[in-house]
């Protein structure tokens, strides 16, 4: 079996983002609860914070599924991925919104957040709907693009890393599990199977 063809490899790189999802939306809880402010500004960071923790959860779950194989095949992960990206980023968007409305938190940016999110959401619809449309085209296009940027971003990043001793770690793991799901995605795009469901 080849690098590529393993799905463990990119599953345990979900599984992995999804704990330090998990431990960072906990950090955020916690900052909430002591930042300085008023009962709004604690009560906004911390509806904003349960937002984060709910996505972050739900892409643990996912990252576990593709790891032990409860999702398999790459058109289906290369959807579920898309899938899970969408509905994370409205989770966070609403949440972050309502909290906005009684703190500093930015209302707008968490609207864009999850018109975004819904966008992606779409997008996901169409990778695995079993139709090929014109759209798909389009689709597949805007996706390889995105993840041959994405990648790119993620590999140059690793060169400017910042911290000491533990964050810096962290941060090299978590730009490391990036970068294989992004070389993943991106090599699934020019899978027969991916390209086939997705009528190219």
């Known amino acids: 079996m080849s690098f590529l063809d393993n799905q463990k ?11 330090l999802m998990v431990i960072a939306a906990l950090l955020q809880l916690v900052d909430g609860f002591t930042l300085d402010g008023g009962i709004g500004e604690h009560a906004g960071n911390i509806i904003a914070a349960i937002g984060a923790i709910i996505a972050a959860v739900l892409y643990f779950l996912f990252g576990n599924k593709v790891r032990t194989g409860s999702i398999s095949g790459k058109l289906n992960i290369l959807g579920s991925y898309v899938s899970i990206v969408g509905v994370t980023s409205v989770i966070i968007g609403i949440f972050g919104a309502i909290g906005a409305i009684m703190s500093s938190l930015s209302f707008w940016d968490n609207v864009i957040v999850i018109i975004l999110g819904l966008i992606i959401m779409f997008i996901a619809s169409k990778i695995g709907d079993g139709k090929t449309t014109t759209a798909d085209k389009i689709i597949w296009i805007i996706l390889v693009i995105v993840f041959f940027l994405l990648l790119l971003g993620t590999l140059a990043s690793l060169f400017g890393l910042s911290g000491d001793g533990l964050t810096l770690i962290l941060n090299i793991i978590v730009a490391i ?24």
């Open 177 to 200: 599990c990036y970068a294989i799901v992004y070389l993943f995605m991106l090599c699934y795009m020019f899978d027969g199977e991916v390209k086939k469901g997705m009528g190219m």
């Open 9 to 19: 490899i990119v599953g345990t790189a979900f599984f992995v983002i999804g704990i």
